[in-house]
């Protein structure tokens, strides 16, 4: 994706995940506009047990290399909807996401309204820069503004204490070090770089939209 600042620290990234803020990936929700570099990463996340979630053609990629993914249809209950403009925009995507593990009145919550712990997301957003580049039509870029994908960004930034988000296919190497390194477990360190990283590509990414619209 061109729309985010290539991270040049992933050697940094790489260390001990022993202690309390060691978090173990038992669950990744992925949706993303590009599939290509996914396939190692995802290799490597079943090799190490984690369960995918996804949608729409994720899901099917996902399942054409030979691995199970559940559909984030039945865990919110509804379909795609308008056009797939409505997806991963539920209370049973985002619970998961942004509930606070460390919280009892949050657990008691997702447990009550049967909300599955993410501990993981990926997302590759549609590629705005590259359909205004293209010179396509008004009607086809504002189709081209996730809404979605940009959504989950921020949440899972957001709870980087729990969550690591992965923003951008730049950042899938960075994982796959660590998951060689140290297994299915991130530390605080590696997720709050994580969320730096999903940041700068959230901003990267409204910025351009809001220089279309000045246009």
Same mark, same amino acid.
């Given at each position: 994706?061109?729309?985010?600042?290539?991270?040049?620290?992933?050697?940094?990234?790489?260390?001990?995940?022993? $202690?309390?803020?060691?978090?173990?990936?038992?669950?990744?929700?992925?949706? %993303?506009?590009?599939?290509?570099?996914?396939?190692?990463?995802?290799?490597?996340?079943?090799?190490?047990? %984690?369960?995918?979630?996804?949608?729409?053609?994720?899901?099917? *990629?996902?399942?054409?290399? $030979?691995? @199970?993914?559940?559909? +984030?249809?039945?865990?919110?209950?509804? @379909?795609?909807?308008?056009?797939?403009?409505?997806?991963?925009?539920?209370? !049973?995507? *985002?619970?998961?996401?942004?509930?606070?593990?460390?919280?009892?009145?949050?657990?008691?919550?997702? /447990?009550?309204?049967?909300?599955?712990?993410?501990?993981?997301?990926?997302?590759?957003?549609?590629?705005?820069?590259?359909? +205004?580049?293209?010179?396509?039509?008004?009607?086809?870029?504002?189709?081209?503004?996730?809404? $979605?994908?940009?959504?989950?960004?921020?949440?899972?930034?957001?709870?980087?204490?729990?969550? +690591?988000?992965? @923003?951008? !296919?730049?950042?899938?190497? @960075?994982?796959?070090?660590?998951?060689?390194?140290?297994?299915?477990?991130?530390?605080? /360190?590696?997720?709050?770089?994580? /969320?730096?990283?999903?940041?700068? %590509?959230?901003?990267?990414?409204?910025?351009?939209?809001?220089?279309? *619209?000045?246009?």
């Amino acid at each position: 994706m061109n729309t985010t600042s290539q991270s040049h620290s992933a050697p940094s990234l790489i260390g001990r995940a022993g $202690g309390e803020s060691a978090i173990r990936i038992k669950t990744a929700l992925i949706s %993303v506009f590009h599939k290509d570099g996914l396939e190692e990463l995802l290799k490597k996340l079943h090799q190490e047990g %984690v369960k995918f979630l996804s949608t729409g053609g994720t899901q099917a *990629f996902i399942e054409s290399l $030979g691995y @199970p993914c559940q559909k +984030v249809e039945e865990v919110t209950s509804y @379909p795609s909807i308008l056009g797939g403009r409505v997806k991963t925009l539920h209370p !049973k995507i *985002f619970g998961g996401i942004l509930g606070r593990r460390e919280l009892e009145g949050d657990r008691q919550q997702m /447990a009550m309204y049967e909300i599955p712990a993410i501990d993981l997301v990926i997302v590759d957003l549609y590629p705005f820069e590259q359909t +205004v580049a293209s010179g396509a039509a008004e009607a086809d870029i504002i189709e081209k503004i996730d809404i $979605g994908g940009i959504s989950l960004i921020r949440a899972g930034a957001k709870n980087f204490n729990d969550v +690591v988000i992965i @923003p951008s !296919k730049e950042q899938y190497k @960075p994982l796959l070090d660590i998951l060689n390194a140290q297994g299915a477990q991130t530390t605080l /360190a590696q997720r709050r770089q994580f /969320a730096t990283e999903a940041f700068g %590509v959230s901003s990267h990414y409204d910025t351009a939209i809001n220089a279309w *619209f000045k246009k």
